[in-house]
């Protein structure tokens, strides 16, 4: 099983801990492109959107083999 954070933002996300900042890799992949190759590979999945004042900013997609 996996759980795949899917998010809709075209600047890159810095995160802070302390005096520390950890750069969060930036893959460029469409929603349809990512069902497309899970499919591919067998895996069932389910996709949630992520709303925020009714706009859809993300996805999580579940994915497991049976």
């Not at 801990?17 to 499919?39: A, C, P, S, T, V």
């Not at 067998?42 to 706009?55: A, C, K």
Request: glycine share 4%.
């Amino acid at each position: 099983m996996m759980i795949i954070g899917h998010f809709i933002q075209r600047r890159e996300f810095v995160w802070k801990k302390d005096k520390d900042q950890f750069r969060i890799e930036f893959y460029n992949h469409r929603i349809q492109d990512l069902e497309k190759l899970l499919k591919k590979n067998f895996f069932d999945l389910h996709v949630l959107p992520i709303r925020e004042e009714g706009s859809t900013i993300g996805h999580v997609i579940v994915c497991k083999k049976a």
